[in-house]
């Protein structure tokens, strides 16, 4: 009944994708209007979580409007909806054990959509992290020994590398796939709602718990971020090169959120928010070059792109970098040094990305320069954002 | 209630290695309804709002019957490659009820060691099959599963996901088109 696809070739979405899409949107507006409710509802996203909302459906109408190569623009228009309700599912909801269903529900719809990899393959990801937070959660709260709740915090902060495909759950890249249908929905969508949320939804983890789950949360990132920024540098393949940056600025997210300071929260939402406005775009915009792994030449715009894939100032890189530095001095100042060396690192993968971004016409050239416009915006005015959060 | 419970807890481990061990659709339907309705047998035995465990077996028999459209029975119910799968769902009832054990003496304790039993086995499925109809059914018991960890908002919202889940086509024509 629902197979949440529109036959080959067709332009305009199916009545039941058409539905999912209203759904979608009723599930955004109830979810950012929910604000307005007393507090202790069940359904209440955070300030944080509103804002991501409304920049991920800022970045839907973005891809779908103006980005370059979109056959089937309604059906990709009504996809998003539907996602953009998935993801107001993911932050408005305050039990654990709802979010692991609402991530089965979203893993397996995603899984539908049309792609060169099987429904199967694509539904374990999503199914592996919602049993990892439905069991951490459900040890955190066991009595016992004390080591059940250290494993269940441990599986807590694994379900957030899980859900968002990072390592050690890394997917596979196809670099025919539409963005819509690959890693991309997970790493820059669906995720980084995940992990805006889940770490205020977890009130219920003893200090002890809370440690493990922070703990665990640095040493993904840490991780991430080595592997991504190495990866993304010296990988023969220019798909899995995005996907590796992906990786590294989740490396940040990770840490910022695992370290539990102000500056470290408020660097991962940035960096969070920046996957979402300026990663997913241009990733959208390098795509068309990818399969065929064509090469643009090095012009202005790619100069400016490597100023802003590398994190320099005044694009949204640089405040993220200062605010989990300045956490990490303040939490164990050894972890800033590894920081600075991923972060010098980080700059060998800037020129090969921005070489795989083409210099578009027309609308996808205005799409183009309104994603840099948005990384201007990210850097320059961090504080504002952070104030619209609540950080 | 007790014993009732812990018997109802076993049935939904039997439902969904049934559901691990079988190659055909008429099987793993029926593994899916039993787990739903073991799983709803055991919360039912914890007295809770009856409004859970009716959400759960309603839930489970709802995604099984869907999961059957468009059935055409099969040769073979198990292929070979399934003694795996069972060793599996073994493994993880002994390993649940060594690390839970401190947990069963409470019928509420015996549900939620259940479901995450029955979470693994599913999960287990869903990470080592290829085929779609197989990986919807484990995906509809894993949303069971995980509803019956929590309180009542999580029971119904497990339910509404593995009935939704069961809407979607099974049939791998629908993959190919």
Redesign the interface.
Known sequence: ?????A??GSRVPTPPLLGLALVGVAATIVALVASTLPPGD?VRPPAAARVFLVASAAALVLVVALAPHRPGRWELLAVGLAALGGQAALTAVA????I???L??I???H??R?SPR????R??GP??A??LL??G??LAG???PAW?GRAGALALALSLAAAAGLLPYLPDVDAREPASSSYVAWAGFFGPALALTLPGRLHGLSPDEGTVFGAALVGLGLVNLGWGTVGAWRTASDAAAWRYSFLADWGLALTGIGLFRPAGLAGAYLALLSIVLVRLPLYVWARPALPGEERSRLGPLQVILIVLLAGAAPFAGFPIRLLVLQAATQAAWPLAIFLLLAMLLWIGHAPRLARTVTVPHGGAAAGLWLTLALSLGLGLAPGLLRAAGGL | MHGLALAAAGLSWLGVTLLALSDERRGGALGLALAGLGLAAAEAATGSDPLAPAALGGGGLVAAA?RLRGYRPARVALLSGSTPRLMGSIVVLVVVGL??G??LGAPG?IV?LA??AV??VA?GR??T????W???A??SV??L???A???L??VV??AV?AG??G???GGEA??A?
């Open positions: 009944v629902i197979s949440a696809r036959p080959a069940g039990d654990p054990f709802v692991a269903v609402v089965v529900l893993g397996f719809g899984a539908t049309p099987p429904f199967a393959g539904a374990r199914a592996f919602a049993l439905g069991l959660w459900a066991t009595p016992g059940l | 869907l690390v839970g401190v947990a304790g939620r479901a995450v979470s693994a999960v869903v990470l099959t290829s085929r779609r197989v990986s919807l484990a995906g894993l949303a599963s995980l509803g960890m929590g309180g908002p999580a919202a497990g996901v939704a889940l809407a979607i086509d629908a993959e088109r």
